[in-house]
């Protein structure tokens, strides 16, 4: 059984930047994609980006494109999530999840196991 655990999270000034870090326990984690979603305030969890077990292929939303990057680090079971120019409403709990999918998905229904979340709040 995997288990994913969020850090990284905290208060940013907006232009600013955060690293987000998911580490999965197993020795499974290697095999399945990853994902990163994100609950803001008076919204559903949505897609942010997601990236293959090999860490070769990358997805994002079309509202962090060219701000974020996901990456993996297999040796310590590492996906990070960089987040760059942050902005207002990039404020929202961070959570990652893992698939057994080769790929990850953009809807929270492929996922089954998920982090417990870290808060990322952008003030002005």
């Known amino acids: 059984q995997v288990q994913l655990v969020e850090s990284g999270g905290g208060l940013a000034q907006a232009g600013g930047s955060v690293r987000l870090s998911c580490v999965g326990s197993g020795r499974t984690f290697d095999t399945l994609a990853v994902g990163w979603f994100r609950q803001s305030p008076g919204k559903e969890r949505e897609f942010v980006a997601g990236i293959d077990k090999l860490g070769a292929l990358t997805y994002y939303a079309d509202s962090v494109k060219g701000r974020f990057a996901i990456s993996r680090e297999h040796a310590t079971n590492t996906v990070d999530l960089r987040m760059n120019v942050l902005k207002l409403e990039d404020t929202g709990v961070y959570y990652c999840?893992?698939?057994?999918?080769?790929?990850?998905?953009?809807?929270?229904?492929?996922?089954?196991?998920w982090g417990q979340g870290t808060q990322v709040t952008v003030s002005s």
């Open positions: 999840a893992a698939t057994g999918r080769g790929v990850p998905g953009r809807t929270q229904d492929m996922y089954a196991t």
